[in-house]
Nanobody
Framework: VQLQASGGGLVQAGGSLSLSCTDS????????VGWFRQAPGKEREFVAA????????RYADSVKARFTISRDRLRNIVYLQMTNLQPEDTAVYYC?????????????????WGQGTLVTVSS
């Protein structure tokens, strides 16, 4: 599995961004996929996850109602649509493929990690 996150950038508070996680090897289609983020000086934290078929999703409380995770299994891309972004959302965002097929929130359940993409939200 080889994952690549993209779509990060600089946005003002209240703005939106859409991140993409592409699996170039097309081998994660049966795995749950998650998004995590790590802000400067902080530990990596769970953001959202989606099951192998997109039927189940899970979100951190801090992003519920603002972020939406989805996946296109034909293109093998997982998206993270982020709205109403706030300065505290500033972080490097990583996608990861889980060891299992369902949506998981623990980073230890993820075996394959992509390079992150930086999201910066200005106030």
């Amino acid at each position: 599995v080889q994952l690549q996150a993209s779509g990060g950038g600089l946005v003002q508070a209240g703005g939106s961004l859409s991140l993409s996680c592409t699996d170039s090897k097309r081998t994660s289609s049966n795995n749950g996929v998650g998004w995590f983020r790590q802000a400067p000086g902080k530990e990596r934290e769970f953001v959202a996850a989606i099951s192998w078929n997109g039927g189940a999703t899970r979100y951190a409380d801090s992003v519920k109602a603002r972020f939406t995770i989805s996946r296109d299994r034909l293109r093998n891309i997982v998206y993270l649509q982020m709205t109403n972004l706030q300065p505290e959302d500033t972080a490097v965002y990583y996608c990861a493929a889980g060891r299992r097929s369902w949506a998981q929130s623990l980073s230890s359940e993820y075996a394959y990690w992509g390079q992150g993409t930086l999201v910066t939200v200005s106030s």
